[in-house]
């Protein structure tokens, strides 16, 4: 492969839909591989405007906006970096014979919680809690006695935990349901109602498909990522695992699964639940996952950088970890403009930790502005590293 340089003829050129903090490491890889980048969010100052090339600022909703652009730019690959995209655009132009990463039926697939339940349990056979889908307050009722009460209902399409609502009783159902699908992007009604299970502890197995030079393409695995979110939010991740091998071998072999289903090229990050002896698939994300932002400490190749090189039809052979290492995110409390950080440096006197600030123009409650990240002799060293310095770091 050739790589020209970015700006001239003959360059590569990727494209992100949607540029936060994930977006702004991927591109950084970009930018060190001499790669043209290009941009597209609704709002600009977005993270990772500020390391690309050129940026578009647009309604992600608009098909019209989405195929303009990447029509315009023409990239060898299109990467969809949020939820809140028009996934019918991204088909319709793989069918014209671009490139979208991992590709456009993943992506339109992990983005629609009810497709994607129906993929992971009756397609691919993997093991789920107990669900049933519905469309209206009869149906939810229905399902709710069929799952048992305390049950969780999520609607079809939002990100973030948005809309998940615990059920816990029938008095609840018609109120539960309108909270879950004024959450939902766009107007559907339709909701997921799922069996409601204690989590023991949560893993992401990072797998990745990517083109060796025989021209086939082959699945890579990171050791399973665990972490813990109290909320519907990731809020630390620590790596290696500390769960019993055997269920990180059952986790991974559920990841592979589903990567072999969705094919492309690219990394997913296959979300398991773990419940006592039970190790269930969750959900998937056809792009590196926020709790994979460890491997920026932890392996000596991130997740960014493989999700950009096998975009770009590289091989990436195998990932090491190096160093036990651990992540915990730095929340915002309130809504602000131009928001400023306090205690930074005291938080990188301890000693192995870094502090990623994403570069976020504004706040919001909960809204994720940086990453604490640190490494340790083991997980729980390198936890109480970064629990520290990020209790240390205000958002003001």
Request: charged content about 25%; aromatic content about 8%.
């Amino acid at each position: 492969m050739n790589i020209g340089s970015p700006l001239f003829e003959g360059s590569k050129k990727l494209l992100w839909l949607g540029g936060g903090e994930l977006g702004k490491e991927m591109v950084i890889e970009a930018q060190r591989l001499g790669v043209e980048t290009v941009v597209v969010d609704r709002y600009d100052f977005a993270p990772a405007m500020h390391v690309s090339h050129r940026k578009y600022v647009v309604d992600m909703m608009d098909p019209n906006a989405i195929k303009a652009i990447i029509r315009r730019e023409n990239p060898d690959a299109v990467i969809a970096e949020i939820e809140a995209i028009n996934t019918d655009a991204l088909v319709e132009l793989e069918d014209d014979g671009f490139r979208v990463a991992p590709n456009a039926t993943a992506v339109k697939t992990c983005m629609n919680r009810l497709e994607l339940r129906d993929f992971a349990s009756n397609k691919l056979g993997l093991p789920t809690t107990t669900f049933h889908f519905a469309e209206n307050e009869n149906e939810v009722m229905s399902a709710c006695k069929d799952v048992g009460f305390p049950c969780l209902v999520k609607p079809e399409m939002s990100s973030s935990g948005h809309g998940h609502v615990l059920i816990k009783s029938p008095d609840e159902v018609a109120k539960g349901y309108q909270e879950s699908i004024s959450h939902a992007r766009g107007k559907g009604k339709k909701v997921i109602v799922e069996e409601f299970v204690k989590i023991d502890t949560e893993l992401t197995v990072l797998t990745y498909r990517s083109m060796n030079s025989d021209g086939k393409a082959e699945i890579g695995q990171y050791e399973p990522i665990e972490h813990r979110r109290p909320s519907y939010y990731y809020v630390e991740s620590w790596h290696p695992y500390t769960v019993r091998k055997e269920i990180a071998e059952r986790a991974k072999e559920i990841a592979k699964k589903t990567v072999q289903g969705f094919g492309g090229l690219g990394i997913y990050g296959v979300e398991i639940i773990v419940t006592g002896e039970r190790v269930l698939f969750s959900e998937v994300s056809p792009r590196p996952h926020d709790t994979g932002l460890v491997t920026l400490a932890s392996s000596d190749i991130s997740e960014f950088q493989v999700h950009v090189r096998s975009a770009l039809g590289l091989f990436t052979p195998s990932v090491k970890l190096v160093s036990p290492a651990a992540s915990h995110v730095i929340l915002a409390e309130n809504s602000k403009w131009a928001p400023k950080f306090q205690n930074v440096d005291k938080a990188l006197e301890i000693p192995n930790v870094q502090v990623r600030l994403f570069g976020k123009p504004s706040t919001y409650p909960k809204r994720r502005m940086g990453v604490v990240l640190a490494t340790g002799d083991n997980p729980t060293e390198a936890l109480e590293k970064v629990r520290k310095a990020s209790a240390l770091i205000v958002v003001n």
